[in-house]
């Protein structure tokens, strides 16, 4: 389905009429249908070679859901900020952060001839991508001065998170091994079998695991004598990883057979399971809860503002 022809099902308006269309209205500001477009425009794109059929029509159902819902929040936080008159509590700090984003996103284009350029495609001038950058910068003034100011993790709150939590911080064991690893071939089957014992037998001799993976193993790694490094539960298949684990350092395994051929393993060390200290974890965790709290405060700010506000949306 293409884009436009999904934008035309949404509304079932015509072209001309669609462009005009307010989709919500927030206190005295409007949210028009070719604002809404043109954040969703790239978005359908990109749905569109993910999805498809039904899953597609809900996916993009739900983005333009959740894209109105964000610019109906931005329209209630800017005209909160208008209200406090932040910009002027800001003074030239306000101008400056504007600056600095504009500097920042200018960077992506090889000149000012591309940037502007840019802008003239997407129909808009240097002077509505200023504004725009203005309203962006009132939004994250306001949170920081409503929401994420307001925030904060104790020691106590990140212990008994920690504490709780303890399977999130746990490394399980992990072993370093080489392997042989000999394929079968289709028309020659017999030949895998035959070379990997042979191989066993001269590992049992005494040979060198790494140079005999260097001779015959066709692993990834045969070049550095089939050494894997450090590995964990879950980077082999099941019947590899039981014969690697079940392995004493400096011993070697008997023949595996997988459907991917005939194996050696060889097991240099373990590492058993441990679990990360707190003070390798607390910053991991202060953000974590931190992040939270932003997003629940957050929540609860934009529902009051919402209360006080008119907001209509059309469905």
Known sequence: MA????????????????KEQIVAVVDDDIITYSELEKIL????????????GAELFSMLQKARRDVLEHLVQEKLIIQEGKKQNVRALMGDDFAKEVDRSLTEIKRN?????????????????????????????????MIIKEVSSKCSVSPLEVREYYETHKGEFTEGEKIH????????????????ERLAKEILGRLDAGESFAELAKKH???????????????SRGHWNKELEDAAF???????????KTDLGYHLIMLHEKVPATVKSLNDVYADIDNKLFAEKVTEKRDDWIKRLKKKAYVSVVK
């Open 3 to 18: 884009v436009a022809a999904f934008l035309l099902l949404l509304t079932a308006r015509g072209s001309a009429e669609i």
């Open 41 to 52: 425009a790239p978005i359908f794109e990109r749905y569109e070679q993910i999805y498809s």
């Open 109 to 141: 284009f090889p000149s000012e001839e591309e940037f502007l350029k840019q802008l003239k495609r997407e129909g808009s001038t240097i002077e509505q991508f200023r504004k725009q950058q203005e309203d962006r910068t009132l939004v994250r003034a």
């Open 177 to 192: 091994v080489s392997q042989i690893w000999i394929k079968e071939k289709p028309e020659k089957p017999e030949e895998a």
């Open 217 to 231: 193993s066709q692993c990834p790694y045969a070049s550095r004598g089939g050494d894997w490094g450090f590995i």
């Open 246 to 256: 079940a392995l004493s350092p400096g011993r070697h395994s008997g023949i595996v």
